[in-house]
Every structure is written in structure tokens, then in C-alpha cells.
């Protein structure tokens, strides 16, 4: 019940289990676009290609803003990950935004991790109840139910 709902669409993906970044690679290694891919997607995708650098042994690496090279992970590591450093070694929860901070500084990037980040802080039991938590107010005498005038 813990477990996020991506995890889930990840692992019963119907189809086929390429990694998020197949196209990119390919492109790189071969020059090879996609299957039917229109003149737009080529466009696309060289120009997405630019940002990316594959080494000798054939890790893909995305280039960040300052030049430092990330490793791309595709969606199983990419889970790990971000389990890791939500937890953290000391249990503390991270928000969405230090998740992605922390995974930039560990050196590693996936095309959706700030979403997925978000996503994560959302789904997590621990956080959800934390949350609920701080939102009830101090006093409940002090708080005063909002009219709702109509009905
Ligand atoms: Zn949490």
C-alpha cells in the first residue's frame, strides 16, 4: 500500500519496456530516428539530443546548465532514488523541491524527476499524515466555520 502509484503503471506497463531516454541514445549511437517519426519529431529529438552525452561505455548523460554531466537513470532506478532521498538516512521526509536539489547534486537526472519528485512528497502515507497535522488549527475554539450562504 506504500508504494507509489507510478511504480505501479511502471511495472505493469503493457507494452514495451523501454527506458524514457531510448530515442535519445539511439540517436546518438546510430543517427536513427524513431519509427515513423515526422519531420517535426526528428527536429525534436536532434535537438533534444544536443543536451546529451553518451560515453564510450555507453552511459547516457544528460549536461546540465554548468556543464556537470548526469547520469540518466530510467524509471526503476529512478523510484530507488527517489525513495533514498525523501527517507534519507535520518527519516526526515524531503519536500519535492530538495528531492530534486539533492538528486542534481548526487548527479542524476530522468526527464520527469520534478514532477515525479512532487508526485512522490503527494503519495508518501507519512507526509499525507504530517500534513494533516499542521493544517489543523492551534485552537479549536478559535477557528470559525465559513458561512455558506444559498442553501
Ligand atoms: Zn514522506
Not at 21 to 50: C, F, H, N, V, W
Not at 71 to 87: F, I, P
Amino acid at each position: 500500500m506504500d508504494r507509489p502509484a507510478y511504480a505501479f503503471a511502471v511495472d505493469t506497463a503493457p507494452d514495451d519496456e523501454k527506458p524514457w531516454y531510448y530515442d535519445i541514445k539511439r540517436y546518438l549511437e546510430t543517427q536513427e530516428y524513431p519509427e515513423g517519426a515526422s519531420k517535426k519529431d526528428r527536429k525534436t529529438l536532434r535537438r533534444l539530443a544536443m543536451v546529451f552525452y553518451l560515453n564510450k561505455d555507453g552511459v547516457l548523460y544528460k549536461r546540465n546548465f554548468d556543464w556537470v554531466l548526469l547520469r540518466c537513470v530510467d524509471d526503476k532506478e529512478a523510484s530507488q532514488l527517489m525513495k533514498e532521498v525523501h527517507e534519507g538516512s535520518f527519516g526526515t521526509h524531503a519536500s519535492g523541491n530538495a528531492m530534486v536539489k539533492k538528486l542534481l547534486r548526487a548527479g542524476y537526472y530522468w526527464m520527469t524527476m520534478e514532477a515525479q519528485c512532487f508526485n512522490f512528497v503527494r503519495k508518501c502515507h507519512k507526509c499525507q499524515i504530517y500534513a494533516d497535522k499542521v493544517h489543523v488549527p492551534p485552537n479549536p475554539f478559535e477557528w470559525a466555520p465559513v458561512h455558506i450562504s444559498g442553501n
